[in-house]
Structure formats: structure tokens, C-alpha cells
């Protein structure tokens, strides 16, 4: 019995976690009086945990900003327009453009006159979209009534909004009691949506910043400063501790005070700026800029053209405290190879620190243990099994081809901020051609130098290539040949995020553009177009539903929208795969309605909703209602497989980058029609 109320405790949180229609904004009102003739009104937005709203100005093709409308009256007038606050503002790696956005809590206010003594009301609305990492929200309307009293202002509003009844489809408009300050959150009525787990962006990007720094680490490790201080200061702690497992223990203090060191380092950057500052100053376009220039220092200075070094000072003090015995000893050694190795490890340290500021939070305290733990690891290993050092290779020549290589990745990351700075003013200075035939002429070098057809002034003759060498050259040579159709048009789905979208570009009609020919558009379907990736796509339910029945095929309704961020990267990244795309093409009607689509509806369809009892006007909001009257969901992306009545053939699904789940999903909902045939 116990292990059955258990279960059901379980899948009711299951459900629960997953089956909701989402309403993740409230708002709060009120009315201040500043001087007898001019009041300011205020809407306070709480914003639920990982959602946000966006700003009211977002460059064009982007997301839906948020607008407010006063009514216009001869009792008062408007002064300026809405105030927002600060919010935060990011690159965003899908629209490619800097937008601002807002989370928790956002207060709006707007200045009025009044223009009569007598009492009068307000009317105002505000239009927004809410988003979170994993999906966005219709843009949605909300009512608000200011009441302005006779004579002296008694600070009361009164408030207009959707409230969702318990036991029906349909909302009710009310008006609340006039209150001093009135906060409305409307009752949502749940529905089961089913999503597959998938790990949270904020904890995709952790881990990957832990496995680039991890992977910087070991590649610091085989640069000049770093590499022949391994067997060197083994051999110290084995030789001058008295015991095998003294040597073991002074090893591990010694890589524990690296790790330490750094991670302090990165804790240090995060104290200073804070941890959400971080990601606001990594995209401010001032610091893109500043970040651009210090990191091509950075390459410059890994290629040869000179050394970052510490004041010398700093090192003789820490070596001379290097010298004592004990615990204290062994944490000023660590300290010295931190200073000594700075000339290698400071442009990896520094760039990390970059990066890892792009993402904002605690990133720069992993980055730094990532990075240290790789430093730490040899010198720990290699005093616990000393015989292992024979196998280490000679120092030489190797080692400054490493900063190089480390050198020419450094200059093509460099160019990354340079397009961010390029894209938030929009200048197209840097566009995607550019930006990739840039990095074609980057990579090329690089392989050229690992060939040993160039060589620099500091590097040792290379009178032959090892293997080694070699297939890092082919590999790079095959990077190269890979990036040169992105010249045309081509996804480059691998550094996806790196070079500017497609449409940022001289030639956005290019290869790979859902753009086709006259000679194409004739054989499309009647009321069809040529969706991403040359998916046939229609727009209109009834018309794609008429077509899937004449082709005898199953119907996939794609719930999406043009803000929609995961939308794109579904686009982008999964309906790209052949066996996906074939499946998308050959096997079903694709039907993609844009719950965000402003296009006004004919007379004949502007009828009440069902929902809210207002009118629908747009072509979006038919397709939203639609959404949450039949599947109870109002979250996109949000896909489903349909039969000719409308009958699902399988269970709806949203944003989930999984491959291999979304093939496996097309294939079950097929197979099922198929059956039905």
C-alpha cells in the first residue's frame, strides 16, 4: 500500500510539473500624486523565476517588445513617454541583435497632467510577450483602469483584468474594489502537456564551461612555462620529503593551493561585478570592443611578438616564501608557478575569464576550477606514480608550436566579439561572408604553419612533420573546406552561434535560404510556401488540413511563433537532419501557425474569443486560442501529429533538441496513421 501511495505521490508531481498552461506575469497598480496638476502611475510586473518580459525597444526582427497605450481624453494629458527600468540586456545568440530584457520584477511608470478637477478614469493596456529558455508565450493583452478622485488625490486605483474561471474554457472580465494598491494574479486552470526532460540551458552552459576550461587547462599544461616544470618540481617533493606517502601528500597540498589560487581568481572577478553584471558587461558593446583588442594582445603575444610577464618584484618575494618549510611553503610554490607560468597561462586565463563572463553567474569560478584542476592534475598523478614520467616527452620546439596554435585560436575567437559588437549597432561591417572568410584565411594559416610551410622568427627549424602535427594539420585543412559553403549560404550547424545568421549577410538568398524561384513556387500546393530547410509549410489550418486529406498524409501542427527562440533552434538544429528532414518533407503535411503572426483578421473571422470574450483581431491570436482550447497548452515551440479529424496520433511534444527523439516521435506518429489506413 505504501509503495503505491508512493507511486501516486510521484506521478502526481510528475503531472503537475509538466501540465500547465502558463501565466508566469502579475501585476500590481498604483497612483502618486508629484504636485497638485501631475500624477504618475505605476504597473508593476512580478515576473515568476527563469521567465522574462522584453523591452519596450527591440530592434526590428526581433522579439515582441512591450508597449503600453494611454486612452486619449480632454481631462488629461500624457508627459513623455513609459519609464522602464535598467533590466538586462544580452546578444541574443538567435536573433543575433542586443536585446533588453526584464526578470522578477519591472516597474513602469508614465507621467500624466491632469487637465480638470473633477474625477475622471484612465484606460490603458499593455501588450507583451513572456519568455523563458525554454519557450515563449502569445503575446498578451492586459487592461488597467486608473481612477483619479475629485480635488486631492486619495492614491486609489482601480484595475481591469482576465481572470480565469475553475470549471469552464472561458474568462470573465472584472472589475476589482477600489484599493490603495491592488495585486492580481489570475487563477489558471491545468492542463497536461508533455515534455521530455532535458537539461536547463543555465546547466548546459555551466558544464561546457567547465569542459573548455578543463581542456584549456591541459593545454596550458604543454606550453614553455608550464610543461618543464612538471618533472621539476616532482622530483622536489619526492626527493626532499622523507617518505613515499610524504611526497604523495605535499603533491596533493601543492595541486589543492593551484586550484585554490585560481578558483580565488575567479571568485575575485565575480565579487567585483557580480554575478549577473558579469553577463550585462560581457555584451555591452564598449566591452565587446575591449574584449576584441585584449584578446588579439593576447594572440599577439602567443605568436611571438612579445611576453606578458608580472613584475619580477612579485616573483622574488613569493619564491623567497617559497622557501619555508611547512604547509605556507608549499602555498607560495603554487604561487610561483602561477607567476613564473603567467606568460603562457595569462592569455588562456584571460580569455577564459571572457568567455565565461558571457555567461553571466558563477561561470568564472567553474572556468577557473576547470582550469586549474587540469593544471593540478599532472604534477598530484605524477608524485604518486613517479615512474610515469618516462613516458613524458623532451621539452623543445613542440612547445612553442603550441603557444602558436594556441596563438591563431585566440585571434579567431578575438573576431567573435568584434561580430557581437558589429551586430547590436548593426553597422554590417562584419557580416556572416565576412566574418567566415576571415576566419577561412585564420585557419588556413594555421594549417599552412603546421604543414611547416610558414614558419615565425622564434620557432626551431621543422625538418620533418610528426604524426601528431600532421593530423592536427589535416584536421584544421578539413575545417577550412568545411567553413568555405558558409561563404554561400551553407547551415555550418557545428559552430553554430559563432559566425553571424544568414540573414545577417550580403547574400541572405543565398544557399540553404527557404527563399525559392518563381519556377518553384508554381509547384507548390495551393495556399503553401517553402518553409525552413525547403519544408513545404502552410500557414492556415483548414487549408493544410484540405491538402494532407488529398495526399492522404498525417498532419503536423507546428505551434511557433516569429520571436519564438527555440523555435529557430529546432529550425536550425533538428529539422535539418536528413532522416528528420526527410520524415518533414516526404511522410507528413506540415502546418506551422504563428501564434504572434499581426496580420489582421477578415471581418468574418474577427469573432469573440472563447476565452477572454474580446474580439479577435489578429491572425496570432486566432492560432493561440486554438492552441489552448484543443491541447490545453499555450507554451511554443509545441508540436503534434494529427489524423484527418484532428485525433492525435501520438503524444504532443515541445522544445527538445534530442535527434534522435524528435526522428523516433515523427516515426511513431506515422506508424500510427498508417494503421489507421
Known sequence: MKKLLLLFLILFSFQNAFSQIYDPVSFKTAVKELDSNTYELSITTQIEKNWHIYSQKVPANGPMPTSFKFAKSKNYTVKGGV??????????????????????????????????????????????????????????????????QKGNLKEETKVIVETKTTNSDTI????????????????????????????????????????????????????????????????????????????????????????????????????????????????????????????????????????????SSWLTKVDNNSQKSGVIGIFFMALALAIVSFSCTGPIVGTLLVQSASQGGLAPIIGMFGFSLAIALPFTLFAAFPGWMNSLPKSGGWLNSVKVVLGFLELALAFKFLSNADLVLQLHLLEREVFLAIWIAIFLVLALYLFGKIQ??????????????????????????????????????????????????????????????????????????????????FHDYETGLAYAKKVNKPVMIDFTGYACVNCRKMEERVWPDPQVLSQLKNDVVVISLYVDDKRPLAENEQIASKITGKKLKYTGQKWSEFQILKYKTNAQPYYVLTDHNGESLNQPTAYNPDIQFYTNWLKEGVGNFNKLK
Open 456 to 537: 615565425l622568427s622564434h620557432d626551431s627549424l621543422v625538418t620533418h612533420l610528426s604524426v601528431g602535427r600532421l593530423s592536427l594539420g589535416i584536421a584544421v585543412l578539413a575545417f577550412v573546406v568545411y567553413l568555405i559553403p558558409g561563404l554561400w549560404g551553407a547551415p555550418l550547424q557545428y559552430i553554430s552561434g559563432f559566425p553571424p545568421a544568414k540573414q545577417y549577410s550580403e547574400s541572405p538568398n543565398g544557399f540553404g535560404n527557404t527563399a525559392v524561384s518563381n519556377d518553384a513556387k508554381e509547384v507548390l500546393p495551393e495556399g503553401a510556401e517553402s518553409g525552413p530547410n525547403g519544408i513545404t509549410t
Open 83 to 148: 519609464t522602464e527600468p535598467n533590466g538586462h540586456e544580452v546578444d541574443d545568440p538567435v536573433f543575433n541583435m542586443r536585446i533588453k530584457f526584464f526578470e522578477t520584477k519591472a516597474v513602469f511608470t508614465q507621467k500624466i497632467e491632469r487637465k480638470t478637477n473633477d474625477a475622471f478614469k484612465i484606460n490603458a493596456t499593455i501588450e507583451f510577450m513572456v519568455c523563458n529558455d525554454q519557450s515563449c508565450l502569445p503575446p498578451t493583452e492586459r487592461e488597467f483602469v486608473f481612477e483619479i
Open 172 to 311: 470573465a472580465t472584472v472589475a476589482t474594489d477600489t484599493v490603495k494598491e491592488n495585486t492580481i494574479k489570475p487563477e489558471i486552470k491545468k492542463a497536461v502537456v508533455a515534455v521530455k526532460n532535458v537539461p536547463a540551458p543555465e546547466e548546459q552552459n555551466i558544464w561546457s564551461v567547465f569542459l573548455l576550461s578543463f581542456l584549456a587547462g591541459l593545454a596550458a599544461l604543454l606550453t614553455p612555462c608550464v610543461f618543464p616544470m612538471i618533472p621539476m618540481t616532482v622530483s622536489f617533493f619526492t626527493k626532499q620529503s622523507k617518505t613515499r606517502a610524504a611526497g604523495i601528500r605535499n603533491a596533493l597540498l601543492y595541486g589543492w593551493f593551484i586550484i585554490i589560487i585560481y578558483v580565488a581568481l575567479g571568485t575575485l572577478v565575480t565579487t567585483l561585478f557580480g554575478a549577473d553584471a558579469l553577463n550585462a558587461l560581457a555584451t555591452n558593446v564598449v566591452f565587446n570592443l575591449i574584449f576584441f583588442l585584449l584578446l588579439v594582445v593576447f594572440a599577439v603575444s602567443f605568436l611571438g611578438a612579445f611576453e606578458i610577464v608580472l613584475p
